[in-house]
């Protein structure tokens, strides 16, 4: 082509529409309306060259200019509070899957459990004019995402409410999630019971699982106490708190239940200390300590626990995906009142939660989802 550039010369940028115009020997109206498919009002020998030229010179359209002027990026934010945890990375292989078969790309920020950090990404999100975003808050009180929603951004929050936001959420079913575990456990004729949690005062869900399990155990006129432990406490100082659960679990059978997997992989390290260097006194013998233990999530080092730990996993990945789902019904317009899709989790029993006598067997319950406010 007479006006072509070199490939040299176009591999020093990134080719523009200016580029591929004067390498075809076009007007940029020309490129812009191949680019846009409407190719019927340009000639065929038209078409060819500029099809040639996108081709030599390595033309790609950028999708954020084409996005802003038509008033849509294909951009959503993924914010989630902590990408160490197991529970957020799934939860994102199912927003991935999703966006892609919707055509959205998604951005993900992690917050890393830290506010200020979530403010700042909610704020830069806004900057590349996402079309929405999916949210696993960090607490329940973000001024930051309030801006969001009142600016008019489609947003939908995963797992955990926000007081006085009024959007979608999509998460589990905590409340029948714990009661369907606690009739498991209490059928299994355990006496006590211990929930451990990380800090809970001000993440919704973690306080829905809590009260659930309290209110069932406490109707059946058994004792229940919670212990909080956090992923920065010293090996001492957890095993400390859950020492004397582990001793009670000598003399009468014991329930732990752990708010997630990264909990219960603390609880289960903390019992394998104890064990190694068990208590003084009656029913301090390594053997004598065997607490029931049970899990919301099914972590992926499971396999490896001597004691069947009895879990309730989430469908993360379909929690992921409808995320995707309502938010890009809110992108298309749908200005309905806020959405609840709560997912049922799958009790599986494992050998230290049996009852007594029984033989462990999983106890997968079908999957099932609420929709309230629809």
């Not at 500029?50 to 084409?66: F, N, V």
């Not at 456990?185 to 355990?190: A, H, I, Q, R, T």
């Not at 006129?221 to 582990?246: C, H, Q």
């Not at 609880?267 to 049970?294: E, I, K, S, T």
Request: charged share 20%; hydrophobic share 45%.
């Amino acid at each position: 082509m007479g006006q072509a550039l070199s490939a040299r010369a176009a591999s020093a940028r990134a080719p523009t529409i200016a580029d591929v115009a004067a390498s075809a020997g076009v007007g940029k109206t020309s490129v812009s309306r191949f680019l846009n498919g409407e190719t019927d009002i340009l000639s065929a020998a038209i078409r060819e060259r500029i099809g040639a030229a996108i081709a030599e010179l390595g033309y790609r359209p950028s999708q954020m200019a084409r996005g802003l002027r038509a008033g849509r990026t294909r951009l959503v934010g993924m914010l989630v509070a902590d990408l160490d945890n197991p529970y957020s990375v799934e939860v994102m292989g199912g927003v991935e899957a999703a966006c892609g078969r919707a055509g959205l790309m998604p951005v993900l920020c992690n917050a890393a459990n830290a506010s200020e950090l979530e403010r700042r990404y909610l704020d830069l999100l806004q900057t590349y004019r996402v079309d929405g975003v999916i949210v696993n808050p960090v607490g329940m009180s973000g001024t930051a995402l309030r801006r969001v929603v009142s600016a008019g951004t489609p947003t939908v929050l995963v797992d955990r409410r926000q007081s006085g936001l009024n959007c979608d959420i999509v998460g589990l079913d905590n409340a029948r999630a714990a009661s369907l575990l606690a009739d498991h456990l209490l059928s299994s004729g355990f006496s006590r019971y211990y929930y451990v949690t990380g800090p809970h005062t001000r993440i919704s869900s973690r306080r829905e699982r809590e009260a659930a399990l309290r209110q069932r155990v406490t109707e059946a006129g058994l004792p229940f106490e919670t212990i909080v432990v956090t992923r920065a406490d010293t090996p001492a100082a957890i095993d400390a708190r859950l020492m004397p659960a582990f001793e009670a679990s000598a003399r009468a059978r014991v329930a732990i239940v752990s708010g997630n997997g990264q909990t219960m992989l603390l609880v289960a390290l903390a019992l394998q200390r104890a064990r190694a260097n068990p208590p003084a006194g009656p029913g301090g013998a390594a053997g004598a300590l065997h607490p029931g233990l049970a899990s919301f999530d099914e972590p992926g080092w499971l396999p490896l626990a001597v004691d069947g730990i009895t879990t309730l996993r989430q469908p993360t990945a379909d929690i992921g995906a409808a995320a995707v789902a309502c938010l890009d019904e809110r992108i298309g317009g749908y200005a309905g009142a806020p959405r609840e899709l709560l997912f049922d989790a799958v009790l599986t029993v494992r050998a230290s939660t049996a009852a007594a006598g029984a033989h462990a067997a999983p106890a997968a319950r079908p999957s099932r989802i609420s929709a309230r406010g629809a």
